[in-house]
Every structure is written in structure tokens, then in C-alpha cells.
């Protein structure tokens, strides 16, 4: 079984950058499709970006696609979400996502098995 422990969430201004980083542990953390999801207050849980467990397949919300990248580093058991030109909208607790690694991106929270705590971020205007 992994575990997941998300980092680098925090306060930016619009237009702002930042990098989470969710660090698995488990000797199998590498075979695990991996995926970053938000949720902002009174609102559900939605999908930002996935990765597979080899790396070459990724996927974006419409709503991120061109300014967040998502990358692993299998090596590190790491998986980042690198955020940029960041919106007030993107104020969220994020969370990193575990599900058993095949060639398919997962894009719906109930595909997969393990998260981690989330971390917050939050966008000021």
C-alpha cells in the first residue's frame, strides 16, 4: 500500500508560480498512475492533471492546461504539479492521488485508491 504526503502549497499573488511536490512511499510507488486533484471550499473534489506510472502519458484540466505540468521522477518516488501564471480561481486544497498503474489516465477521483492529506493554496488578486 503507498502513502502519499503532499508539500509546497502556500500563499502567491496572481500571476505567481508554485511547485507541489507529493512524495510516495512504498517499494511499488513507482507502478502507481498518479494525479493531482483541488478542491475548493463548497465546491467537488476536480480533476487538474495525471500522470501514468512509466511517465508518458499526462493529462490537464481544460482549466490548467498550458500554465500547470505535471512530472515524476520515479527514482525519488516523487510527483510534482508545477503551477504557473496562477489565478485566484486556483485557490484550493490540493490533493495527490494514487491508483494501480496501467496505460490509461484516470481522470475521476473514485479511480483512485490512496490520497494524501492536500495542501493548500491560495491565490491573492
Known amino acids: 500500500q503507498v502513502q502519499l504526503v503532499e508539500s509546497g502549497g502556500g500563499l502567491v499573488q496572481a500571476g505567481d508560480s508554485l511547485r507541489l511536490s507529493c512524495a510516495a512511499s512504498?517499494?511499488?510507488?513507482?507502478?502507481?498512475?498518479m494525479g493531482w486533484f483541488r478542491q475548493a471550499p463548497g465546491k467537488e473534489r476536480e480533476f487538474v492533471a495525471a500522470?501514468?506510472?512509466?511517465?508518458?502519458?499526462?493529462d490537464y484540466a481544460d482549466s490548467v492546461n498550458g500554465r500547470f505540468t505535471i512530472s515524476r521522477d520515479n527514482s525519488k518516488n516523487t510527483v510534482n504539479l508545477q503551477m504557473s501564471s496562477l489565478k485566484p480561481e486556483d485557490t484550493a486544497v490540493y490533493y495527490c492521488?494514487?491508483?494501480?498503474?496501467?496505460?490509461?489516465?484516470?481522470?475521476?477521483?473514485?479511480?483512485?485508491?490512496?490520497w494524501g492529506q492536500g495542501t493548500q493554496v491560495t491565490v491573492s488578486s
Open positions: 512504498g517499494r511499488t510507488a513507482s507502478s502507481y498512475n
Open positions: 500522470i501514468t506510472w512509466s511517465g508518458g502519458r499526462k
Open positions: 492521488a494514487a491508483a494501480i498503474g496501467t496505460w490509461r489516465i484516470y481522470t475521476r477521483p473514485n479511480e483512485y485508491t490512496t
